[in-house]
């Protein structure tokens, strides 16, 4: 090939959290196609697998160009054998490649009792049915904005003082999102104690709540140990939600298919005229002394958040959690009053939220 043809050879870190990785990228076609193996993979219970997947669409979506062939990956880290067969038929033949992929995804891949805490009560599931084409429907950032709004509204409501972020993949830039993500903290520790149940009860006097299920925290009984939590979820007190949004008379023209009218719902009476769909909203509560580790924990992308754990135990012997970061070498818990120190405390070059879309 001409010299102009060749993709020089890039040089990548193999850990998620020593590279940037923006939310654009130029190989989603193949990305796109990793993730839906890696959910199938995650559906049958094969976590390696899955896991594998996801590293290597991550190694990709940090690449400065576009995939054109297999030579193109040479020394990239975490590239293993099923992935590159893979990116090899789909570049090969990438319209039947990703045809297939998409029909996987359409024929069960997502069922909406994936959207259902285990042991909850029939009827709750059989409602959150009900929201499962609302709940397929991306939210956008103006309607996580409405929903920021009246989060807020109920938080300053029944605390007055408290601090409320947006979290999750909005918060990392994204346009559009599967839910609305929110950490909630207040600067007098203690004071956060036992919020969710004021807040969803506020918010359930409005209408606002079509499902809710709240946890409460579970930190200071939990015998983990420091080193060595039993899972990787947090032990905060947490709230997983359906809110009901009145919709905005631009947006019920725009997209007017997707949304429920009272009528056809089969829920209660509503006034006349009154058009709202379902949105997935996490709501988390922590005390302000985990506040910076929370935020970094409910930032993501989900794979960075694995990575960070993983580059914390393997390169710093430290383990890292949404609640804290313990050096196993000094025996002793490193604290942090923002994610800058975090990283700092990793060895890390700080990564802003906008580019942990790994
Ligand atoms: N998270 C968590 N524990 C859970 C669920 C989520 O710590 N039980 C964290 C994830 O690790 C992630 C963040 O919360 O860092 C947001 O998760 P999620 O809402 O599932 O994903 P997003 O990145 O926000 O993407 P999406 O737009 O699909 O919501
Ligand atoms: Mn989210
Ligand atoms: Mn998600
Ligand atoms: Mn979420």
């Known amino acids: 090939p001409k ?20 939310l654009k990228h130029h190989n989603s076609f193949l990305t796109d196609a990793l993730e839906i193996l890696a959910q199938n993979a995650e559906f049958s219970e094969n976590e390696g697998r899955s896991v594998a997947f996801r590293r290597s669409a991550s190694v990709l979506k ?21 992935s590159l067969r893979v990116i090899k038929a789909l570049t090969n033949v990438f319209g039947v490649g990703v045809r297939t992929a998409d029909r996987w995804f359409r024929e069960g891949l997502r069922s909406p009792l994936d959207l259902i805490p285990t042991g909850q009560k029939l009827n709750h599931a059989q409602q959150a049915v009900e929201y499962y084409n609302d709940l397929n429907t991306p939210v956008t950032k103006k ?20 601090i409320i972020t947006l979290s999750g993949g909005f918060r990392r830039g994204k346009e559009v999102g599967h839910d609305v993500d929110f950490l909630i903290t207040h600067p007098e520790e203690g004071a956060e104690e036992r919020l969710m149940p004021k807040i969803v009860n506020w918010l359930d006097d409005q209408g606002l709540l079509l499902y809710q299920k709240t946890t409460r925290n579970s930190y200071l009984e939990s015998k983990d140990g420091p080193a060595r939590p039993a899972s990787n979820m947090d032990r905060f007190e947490r709230c997983f939600s359906i809110f009901k949004l009145e919709q905005l008379d631009s947006d019920i023209h725009a997209k ?4 429920n009218s009272g009528k056809t719902a089969g829920m209660e009476e509503r006034h006349t005229g009154s058009i ?12 302000y002394s985990q506040f910076a580790f929370a935020t970094l924990g409910w930032t993501g992308s989900k794979l960075f958040e694995r990575e960070l754990r993983r580059w914390a ?8 959690s949404s609640h804290a970061l313990y050096d196993s070498k000094q025996q002793r818990y490193l604290r942090a009053n923002s ?10 070059e700080y990564i802003p939220p906008s580019e942990r879309n790994a």
């Open 3 to 22: 010299p102009s043809e060749i993709t020089p050879a890039v040089r990548m870190k193999s850990y998620a959290c020593q590279r940037r990785t923006p």
């Open 62 to 82: 940090a690449l400065p160009h576009v995939v054109r062939s297999m030579d193109n990956l040479k020394d990239l880290p975490c590239l293993g054998e099923h």
């Open 143 to 162: 309607e996580a904005m409405v929903i920021s709004d009246i989060v807020d509204k109920a938080v300053k409501a029944v605390l007055p003082g408290a």
């Open 256 to 259: 007017a298919s997707s949304y």
């Open 276 to 287: 709202w769909r379902a949105v997935r909203v996490d709501l988390v509560v922590s005390p």
């Open 313 to 320: 135990g393997q390169e710093k012997g430290m383990s890292l």
């Open 339 to 348: 994610e800058e120190e975090i990283f700092a405390h990793l060895g890390l």
